[in-house]
């Protein structure tokens, strides 16, 4: 199994509501990704969990908050966003990284979220 | 922040015809990586080329690296129609005895046409 899943697929919220992104993977991966992309440009990283532990989180608004339950799993809790944090969503995950055994990053298809 | 430029941002070829994608980029790299998306959905690794490499084949791809140029192509033979997607180059960069989840920096792009 080389799939991330992710769900919702769509979603549309209002700047006063609460909701999450969830993100799967059973590749036995234990660094996964949060990015942010939007229309034509190219993804943004958002945080890093590397051993179900939050090592990168790059400067994003604490309205996003992210969550690693176990080694298989990643939320991305959302609260009081804007109309502009309206983007796609995408997770990924990859084995360990280290200098000399670089890894690829499997993707998931995205959530592609709506704020109004 | 990007440190990828790609060059052309748009590519438009008949199949059959050869396309040939660049990029560049700014600091020191431990490898290099292409991704396929289309559109609105996750991204595909392609291909992964170390630092100290210099040319690697996959199937209908072929990339270069240029480190003393900061630089990479990607160069798809005999292009199809299901080649249509953005091509983005993606550097990574770990620092020494960093263990944790890598810091991939992505390109702005190419949007690749293949017209039947």
């Known amino acids: ?116 | 922040s990007q440190q990828g430029e790609e060059d052309p941002q748009a590519l438009s070829i008949q199949e059959g015809e050869n396309a040939t994608m660049n990029c560049s980029y700014k600091t020191s790299i431990n490898n290099l990586q292409w991704y396929r998306q289309n559109s609105g959905r996750g991204l595909v690794h392609l291909i992964l080329i170390r630092s100290n490499e210099r040319e690697k084949h996959s199937g209908r791809l072929r990339v270069t690296l240029d480190t003393s140029k900061k630089s990479s192509s990607l160069l798809i033979t005999a292009s199809r129609a299901a080649d249509t997607a953005s091509y983005f180059c993606a550097t990574l960069h770990i620092p020494p005895g960093e263990t944790s989840g890598s810091r991939l920096t992505f390109g702005e792009g190419t949007q690749l046409t293949v017209n039947p």
């Open chain 1, 1 to 116: 199994d080389t799939e991330v899943t992710q769900t919702p697929k769509h979603l549309v919220m209002g700047m006063t509501n609460k909701k999450s992104l969830k993100c799967e993977q059973h590749m036995g991966h234990r660094a996964m990704y949060w990015y942010k992309q939007k229309a034509k440009k190219p993804p943004e990283l958002m945080f890093v969990y590397s051993y179900e532990k939050l090592s990168i989180n790059e400067s994003v608004p604490s309205r996003f908050s992210p969550e690693c339950p176990n080694s298989s799993l990643l939320n991305l809790h959302l609260h009081a966003l804007q109309p502009e944090d309206s983007a796609l969503y995408l997770c990924a995950s990859s084995l360990p990284q280290t200098p000399l055994t670089p890894y690829e990053q499997y993707f998931g298809p995205g959530t592609r979220l709506t704020v109004t």
